[in-house]
């Protein structure tokens, strides 16, 4: 016999320690996912790499409302996440871990609020074991454990929406009508976050679970009188309207003006991204982001449908049916009655489906874009399984089938991780006889999350299903932490380190800096000025070319130039000026050139002005994306670089 959600009527002593302390495992392990090692590395290329250099800059021209990068105005997003890392500056100093705390904060609150709301739906036996999966899911996700451990906007954006999402899952499918102002609260600050798009996802996700939810419509008017709009809007435009009022004076209304034309319908349309456009993207991102999980979402999913539809099994659906046994039910007293209640199940999946549709739809496809959908998914599975578990264990075929099917899927998968832990340090090019933590951290992570996979499949055959669950999860959860930690540093290694090595030679050293054949945004952060990149070697002027005059003490003024070494031919070749190496190491150098002064591309506001509206909207530029500014701009430079080259 296989063990269902229920208790059993002599508890397993492990499944008793989980049903006594879930709350303290969740906030331990989530703080262990989210702050182990968190400073360990500096600031990383890509998209979280403008974000704390710009929360820097904003830090030292004392700019609390206009988001600037690269010494002019940042286009790209709304003012949250700013606000966000130089409040942790303010803690920690100026720091990678200032820059990633509260990134490790909000993941650790969605986390626990994902687990609270799985706890409060489920039936009350199993409310503990289900709001645990549901907390585990979201941890053991790798999208979560990587982006909770950088400072980028989608892990914010997820939280705020999050706490809508699942506000209003709490108070129409729990009864819990306490938690309407969280909904609005989540709403103002997401559109601090990034703009309209968080009401565009909100919206859509009560629409997704309205179709989904249809035979229960005869509660859909005191469902949506118990969110409280009337009060509700009015604390969300409390909390978003005084600063995008303030960036419109700031900025005689350039902002948002390009932000929304910009930033939100080129990007739909995809022109901040050119990468292609695939309908199976996200699909793969969600096997991935979701594994093991992953597994048996898809047998998930065609149950839900066949119950919707009324084509499914006629055994009751376990949520639906002990509802007036789950936590919220019992006590949300005379508030409303179960029947009054609508199905968290439904509703979860239709938060979750309507982030994937959306941004499968969007011409700009990014793997984080997902991030929203991973805590509505994680309650929409952590309920299903009550119904799955009982279903196997009254014998049902498909169920059975499905379930070893999965598990022998999981159980390749955990040999091949278990010995692939040991190989990649090796892919990493890291040296076995110089430990590091990356060269213990990989094959550590390898042998846990080979054990979770593994230690399922053998659970499974001795009929402990919810046992082996639960153990897998856990041990999953520290795999991936330690795995994804381990490669951000591994590769952090190889990347970025002998890059920000040669930053730290022109600490307290004026000069110009400049950037050849890549846009390495993280050196902003590091060298602590303008940073001019340039993608053509005539940028470099010779002296006597140089299209505007300059000072004496400007043209004395020293330059010096960044570039991945293979690429040092195409600039030394030129006329007129020579080339001293400052350093080099590993594949990057930094170069002090003489006789020469780069001429800059125009700032990202000349640029949007010189284009009408409409086609900023729709069309794509000869520019390219606009969304990074690749010269300094004019805001007052600092002492490192006071010379204004415009």
């Not at 966000?84 to 969605?110: H, Q």
């Not at 989540?186 to 968080?198: C, F, M, R, V, W």
């Not at 508030?335 to 739809?361: E, H, M, N, Y």
């Not at 014998?395 to 010995?419: H, Q």
Request: hydrophobic fraction near 45%; charged fraction near 15%; include cysteine.
């Amino acid at each position: 016999m296989v063990s269902s959600m229920a208790p059993p009527a002599v508890q397993d002593k492990f499944l008793a320690f989980v049903d006594k302390n879930a709350p303290l495992i969740v906030m331990v392990l989530a703080a262990f996912c989210f702050f182990f090692r968190l400073g360990s590395v500096g600031i990383c290329d890509g998209s979280e790499s403008y974000y704390p250099s710009a929360a820097r800059e904003m830090v030292e021209a004392n700019n609390y409302i206009v988001p600037q990068l690269n010494y002019q105005i940042l286009f790209a997003k709304p003012i949250m996440i700013f606000w966000m890392i130089i409040a942790g500056y303010k803690l920690f100093g100026i720091t990678a871990f200032g820059a990633r705390f509260f990134s490790a904060i909000f993941a650790f609150g969605l986390t626990f609020f994902a687990y609270y709301s799985a706890r409060t739906i489920a039936p009350k036996p199993t409310g503990a074991r289900t709001g645990l999966i549901a907390a585990l899911i979201v941890m053991g996700s790798p999208l979560v454990i990587d982006y909770s451990r950088l400072s980028e906007i989608d892990l914010f954006f997820s939280a705020f929406l999050g706490c809508s999402f699942l506000s209003t899952l709490m108070i129409v499918c729990a009864g819990k009508k306490q938690f309407w102002p969280l909904i609005y609260v989540g709403l103002g600050a997401a559109l601090l976050t990034k703009g309209p798009a968080s009401l565009v996802i909100y919206g859509t996700a009560c629409f997704f679970a309205a179709v989904l939810l249809w035979s229960e419509r005869r509660n859909f008017a005191r469902a949506f009188w118990s969110l409280k709009p009337h009060f509700g809007i009015p604390i969300m435009l409390a909390i978003a309207l005084p600063w995008w009022i303030e960036v419109f004076r700031a900025t005689d209304g350039m902002f948002p003006k390009y932000f929304f034309a910009y930033e939100n319908f080129g990007r739909a349309n995809g022109l901040t991204n050119t990468n292609p456009h695939y309908w199976f993207k996200y699909p793969m991102v969600l096997l991935i982001g979701l594994f093991p999980w992953s597994l048996l979402l898809p047998a998930l999913l065609w149950r839900t449908i066949m119950s919707v539809t009324g084509r499914g099994s006629k055994l009751p659906d376990a949520t639906a049916s002990l509802a007036n046994e789950s936590e919220g039910a019992a006590a949300q007293g005379e508030a409303a009655s179960p029947s009054q209640l609508l199905d968290g199940k439904r509703f979860a999946l239709g938060s979750g489906a309507a982030v994937v549709t959306l941004f499968s739809l969007s011409h700009t496809q990014m793997e984080p874009y997902l991030l929203p959908s991973v805590a509505p998914l994680a309650v929409y599975i952590s309920l299903s399984l009550n119904d799955w578990l009982r279903d196997l264990e009254s014998g049902n075929g498909f169920v059975g089938k499905w379930t070893k099917i999965a598990s022998g899927i999981a159980l390749t998968v955990g040999v091949v991780l278990t010995v692939g832990g040991f190989v990649l340090p090796s892919v990493f090019k890291l040296s076995w006889h110089h430990i590091t933590w990356p060269v213990i951290g990989l094959p550590l992570a390898g042998l846990f999350l080979g054990s979770a996979l593994i230690l399922q499949f053998l659970r499974l055959r001795k009929g402990q299903t919810q046992q082996g669950l639960i153990s897998m999860a856990l041990l999953y959860t520290v795999g991936m932490t330690i795995g994804v930690e381990s490669g951000i540093e591994a590769w952090y290694g190889n990347v970025m380190k002998d890059l920000h090595y040669l930053c730290s030679l022109l600490d307290n050293k004026p000069g110009q800096v400049a950037f050849f054949l890549d846009c390495r945004s993280s050196v902003l952060f590091y060298v602590q000025r303008p940073v001019y990149f340039f993608f053509q070697p005539e940028r470099l002027v010779p002296y006597s070319k140089y299209q505007f005059k300059l000072s004496e003490e400007a043209l004395k003024f020293p330059l010096y130039v960044f570039s991945e070494r293979k690429h040092l031919p195409g600039l030394t070749g030129q006329k007129d000026m020579t080339f001293s190496t400052v350093g080099e190491r590993g594949k990057w150098g930094l170069y002090e050139v003489k006789g020469a002064r780069l001429e800059p591309y125009e700032t990202l506001t000349n640029t949007f002005n010189k284009v009408p509206l409409a086609d900023l909207a729709t069309k794509n530029l000869p520019t390219g994306p606009l969304t990074l500014p690749f010269g300094g701009g004019t805001f007052k430079h600092n002492a490192m670089d006071p010379y204004q080259y415009r």
